[in-house]
């Protein structure tokens, strides 16, 4: 199981930025989801989507800013991020889930990929 998250950068807070994971084939009957962590911080869940990208769920903190979205054709799990904030800045990492439908704990997700750093300046 591979995944392999890329897109991260140096945002000015307003900006945007779109997040790219790749997953292998084997993944595509499972859900994937995206977290986040800063420095001394604890893995935070943002998003997630289900197998077939019919079902998505997001963290309150990035509702209404953030869109994940999937093209299971390229294997690809996408994370629109806009109206980026200086509390965004993190190490965005990709994970696949045990489950179709999604979680929201780090546990729910089986394997995860390298992560991508975000940084948004104030």
């Known amino acids: 199981v591979q995944l392999q998250a890329s897109g991260g950068g140096l945002v000015q807070t307003g900006g945007s930025l779109r997040l790219s994971c790749v997953y292998g084939r084997s993944s595509g009957n499972n859900a994937v989801g995206w977290f986040r962590q800063a420095p001394g911080k604890e893995r935070e869940f943002v998003a997630t989507?289900?197998?077939?990208?019919?079902?998505?769920y997001y963290a309150e903190s990035v509702k209404g800013r953030f869109t994940i979205s999937r093209d299971r054709a390229k294997n690809t799990v996408y994370l629109q991020m806009n109206s980026l904030k200086p509390e965004d800045t993190a190490v965005y990492l990709c994970?696949?889930?045990?489950?179709?439908?999604?979680?929201?704990?780090?546990?729910?997700?089986?394997?995860w990929g390298q992560g991508t750093q975000v940084t948004v300046s104030s």
């Open positions: 989507i289900s197998w077939n990208g019919g079902a998505t």
């Open positions: 994970a696949r889930s045990r489950y179709a439908s999604g979680g929201s704990q780090t546990y729910d997700y089986t394997a």
